[in-house]
């Protein structure tokens, strides 16, 4: 999962760390991070600039002649584009610069580095740049065109650095996410981690609806009828709808989260199951027959055509969202073709929902469709998440204009009532038993702050956690709790008790010492292949009578690059450090224990 870290941070405002300090700290406390990306990596020397005078070339038809007011000075920027006009801003890459790809959408790891020159004859001090070049795409500025340069319309002046001005000044960090925890599934649930890790205040939202002073009530008539598979189904209704772009802000958030923009309504659904980690589908009130929804299992012979255009033969088992006459979505995972939001819907329904994991995964995994929703409905969601994230879509759809939201929610639950939903576990404390399991020696107080960091209650000698937290099953979940915020680091390793150990030779001892102390100076461990190309000798500038070039050659090798063994692990070596520079990993500090 990709989370951009600005977005973190709007929760945790008090994080100060560096992407790599950030990385490390939450892979340490148990979140585990792959890698991060800064968004404006490929990008250097790239400002607003406004064109202030345009002239033909006097030698070429196709070329003009561009003044451009770049803050400190007016630069000379001959080019072909054919939409270029005086008084508009546009992004500049100057001279010694780089831009993230070419014009056609290609991208270059590293970037492109920019050079001023003469273009048949006139001095060109820099380049224009497009929105490929940037490294977005229309999508994410639905005002700009695809073969042109890219004339901004935000917010920003001449002179500003160009990934201030148009949001690229952010990283990307990739987090591994295991299936017990589906709240991490979720910005919230990830700053919920960072807060911790780093013992900051968390500062979460709490949505507000305006309303239209208009109830919803009657409208539309929901009803579970599978109270096994559908703890939980609420909706609230949307008038007025104004379907257009979604502003920038949003449109950026969801690029870092590898989600394209499509319009303001689909795009606060994808918004909130981001940000909550609860799946949305907005309904076009015209396409539910009746004004009902039924939450149901398919009847034999029912048929969906879905949103990607394929009709689906429905089974018995599958849960179905259906109207009056016929199934509109296949629940938690995909909508139905009339379902969706067009230039012309009037009116929706929000639909926020909670629906039983496994059947969600058997009924996507038969269709063969895997949907983000699928992907999180799963592993298993707190239902008590459905109302939050609903009121933050219609908190939404005021925010960007997007629609008049009508008061109230129209809801149905499995149970009762929402107190059943609501219901924490109960875990006996035993802090003994920690401590002997740890090996550690935690107070009770210690122990109960790193759980109420973690939003656990407490009840007598009882922990009560969150109801978003569904692996915290038993007390060796509690000790992982605070075993993982004490720091694994800090817990003293010990020798098992009882049996025969195993014990390492002294070469073993030997070269575990080497390779601790290389990796304690900073440098990485590599394995590289024995088998080598006998060109290696060539490129390592090793004699042509050296004894090390008599080698055992394969008979029959996979190709002439694993064609001899090698007698010289530096050959191999050099390849990596080949490898490593030429994808601009500029810095790297090796060791290999090899024969």
């Known amino acids: 999962m990709n989370t951009p870290l600005s977005w973190i941070k709007a929760y945790v405002p008090e994080l100060e760390c560096s992407d790599q300090e950030y990385m490390d700290a939450m892979t340490l406390s148990g979140t585990k991070c792959e890698g991060y990306e800064r968004l404006d990596a490929d990008l250097d020397k790239i400002v607003v600039g406004q064109i202030e005078k345009i002239e033909r070339h006097p030698d070429a038809d196709k070329l003009v002649i561009c003044q451009v007011n770049i803050g400190t000075e007016t630069i000379q920027i001959v080019t072909g584009a054919p939409n270029v ?46 929105v490929a070049e940037l490294g977005v795409t229309v999508h994410d500025f639905p005002y700009a065109i695809e073969d042109g340069i890219f004339l901004t319309q935000e917010d920003c002046k001449v002179g500003d650095d160009i990934r201030d001005a148009i949001g690229l000044n952010d990283t990307k960090v990739e987090f591994e996410i295991t299936s017990n925890r589906p709240d991490c599934f979720s910005v919230i649930g990830l700053a919920r981690e960072a807060a911790a890790t780093y013992n900051k205040p968390l500062k979460l939202h709490t949505p507000v609806v305006k309303g239209i002073g208009e109830s919803c009530e009657g409208m539309l008539d929901v ?6 598979l559908c703890k939980m189904y609420s909706a609230k209704i949307v008038k007025n709808v104004r379907v257009k772009p979604s502003p920038r802000w949003l449109r950026e958030r969801l690029r870092a989260m590898g989600v394209r923009p499509i319009n303001n309504i689909v795009d606060i659904t994808n918004y909130v199951m981001l940000e909550y980690g609860q799946p949305m589908h907005a309904f076009d009130l015209r396409f539910v027959d009746g004004a009902k929804i039924r939450i149901r299992n398919a009847k034999a012979g029912e048929t969906i055509t879905t949103l990607d255009g394929i009709e689906r033969k429905l089974s018995e088992k599958n849960l179905i969202i259906a109207d009056e ?34 059947s969600v995964r058997l009924t996507a995994k038969e269709h063969g469709m895997r949907t983000d929703a699928s992907s999180r409905y799963e592993k298993g969601l707190d239902p008590n998440n459905c109302l939050p994230a609903l009121q933050r879509a219609c908190e939404l759809v005021e925010l960007l204009d997007a629609g008049d939201v009508y008061d109230g929610e129209i809801i149905d639950f499995a149970g009762e009532s929402i107190d059943k939903i609501n219901v924490r576990k109960r875990i006996a404390l035993e802090p003994d038993w920690i401590n002997s399991f740890l090996d550690t020696k935690l107070s009770v107080d210690e122990m109960k702050a790193i759980l109420t960091k973690l939003e656990c209650e407490f ?13 915290l099953q038993h007390k060796a979940d509690i000790a992982e709790e605070i075993a993982r915020f ?18 390492y030779t002294a070469r073993q001892k030997f070269d575990n010492k080497i390779a601790s102390t290389m990796l304690a100076l900073g440098l990485s461990e590599i394995m590289t292949y024995s088998f080598v190309s006998p060109k290696y000798y060539d490129k ?9 070039r008599r080698s055992v050659v394969i008979t029959n090798p996979l190709g002439e690059d694993t064609s001899v063994m090698r007698t010289s692990a530096l050959t191999s070596m050099m390849e990596v450090v080949r490898r490593n520079w030429s994808n601009r990993n500029l810095e790297g500090r090796f060791f290999e224990i090899a024969r």
């Open 540 to 548: 390592i500038l090793m004699p042509k009578d050296s004894k090390l």
């Open 459 to 471: 009840d007598g000698e009882d922990v009560l956690p969150p109801t978003f937290r569904p692996d």
């Open 325 to 358: 006459n016929k199934p509109i979505a296949i629940a938690g995972v995909m909508g139905g073709e009339f379902s969706g939001i067009v230039d012309d819907t009037n009116t929706i329904v929000f639909e926020s929902a909670n629906f039983d994991g496994a």
């Open 85 to 130: 006009e005086e008084g508009q801003k546009v992004p500049v890459v100057l001279d010694g610069g780089r831009v993230a790809g070419g014009h056609d959408g290609s991208r270059t790891p590293g970037g492109i580095k920019i050079k001023k020159g003469k273009l048949r004859g006139v001095l060109s001090q820099g380049m224009f740049c497009s």
């Open 223 to 228: 009803k579970i009828e599978n109270k096994e």
């Open 486 to 503: 004490v720091g694994y680091n800090t817990i003293p390793s010990t020798s098992i008790s009882g049996g025969a150990q195993g014990k």
